[in-house]
C-alpha cells in the first residue's frame, strides 16, 4: 500500500462534510469513519484559496488507471446526488479522492481484493474555481 498522499479542502466542504457525518443514519458507519479520517489529515483553507487543481465536493475529473492505462471521468457528491459517473463521498474511492491534487495517486479497492491505482489527470469542473459556492 502507498504513502496517503496530503489533500487540501475548502473551509465550506468541510462544515457540509461533518454535518453529513453527524447525520444518524451516516454516524458510526465504516464509510463515515473514513471520511471523518480523511477530515481529520486534511489542510483546511477558504474556498476562494482552493487551488484549482484540487478535487472537491461536486469537482468533476479526469483519472487514469495505472495498470491498463483506461480513462474515466467521475464527478464527487454527495450521497443524494450519485448516479452515473457521479460517486459518493462515501464511497471508498470518494472519500479517496476528496482534496487529491492533479498528479497525486489513489488506491481504490476492487472486488475480490484486488486494488486499482487511479491518477488524478485532470479537473475538469471544480466549483470554487467557478464561483459556484452554492451546490
Same mark, same amino acid.
Given at each position: 500500500m502507498q +504513502? !496517503? +498522499?496530503?489533500?487540501?479542502?475548502? $473551509?465550506?466542504?468541510?462544515?457540509?462534510?461533518?454535518?453529513?457525518? %453527524?447525520? +444518524?443514519? !451516516?454516524?458510526?458507519?465504516?464509510?463515515?469513519?473514513?471520511?471523518?479520517?480523511?477530515?481529520?489529515? %486534511?489542510? !483546511?483553507?477558504?474556498?476562494? %484559496?482552493?487551488?484549482?487543481?484540487v478535487v472537491s465536493m461536486n469537482s468533476r475529473v479526469r483519472l487514469r488507471e495505472r495498470r491498463t492505462a483506461r480513462e474515466l471521468e467521475l464527478t464527487l457528491v454527495y450521497p443524494d446526488d450519485v448516479g452515473p459517473d457521479r460517486v459518493s463521498v462515501l464511497a471508498p474511492v470518494?472519500?479517496?479522492?476528496?482534496?487529491? %491534487?492533479?498528479?497525486?495517486?489513489?488506491?481504490?479497492?476492487?472486488?475480490?481484493? $484486488? !486494488?486499482a491505482e487511479l491518477t488524478v489527470l485532470e479537473i475538469l469542473y471544480q466549483p470554487e474555481a467557478m464561483g459556484d459556492l452554492e451546490l
Open positions: +504513502p !496517503v +498522499p496530503p489533500i487540501t479542502i475548502s $473551509r465550506l466542504d468541510l462544515g457540509r462534510l461533518k454535518r453529513l457525518l %453527524a447525520n +444518524p443514519m !451516516v454516524r458510526g458507519s465504516d464509510a463515515a469513519d473514513a471520511l471523518d479520517d480523511e477530515l481529520e489529515r %486534511a489542510a !483546511v483553507v477558504d474556498p476562494t %484559496a482552493l487551488p484549482p487543481t470518494g472519500s479517496a479522492l476528496l482534496g487529491l %491534487a492533479v498528479g497525486q495517486d489513489i488506491e481504490w479497492p476492487l472486488p475480490g481484493g $484486488r !486494488v
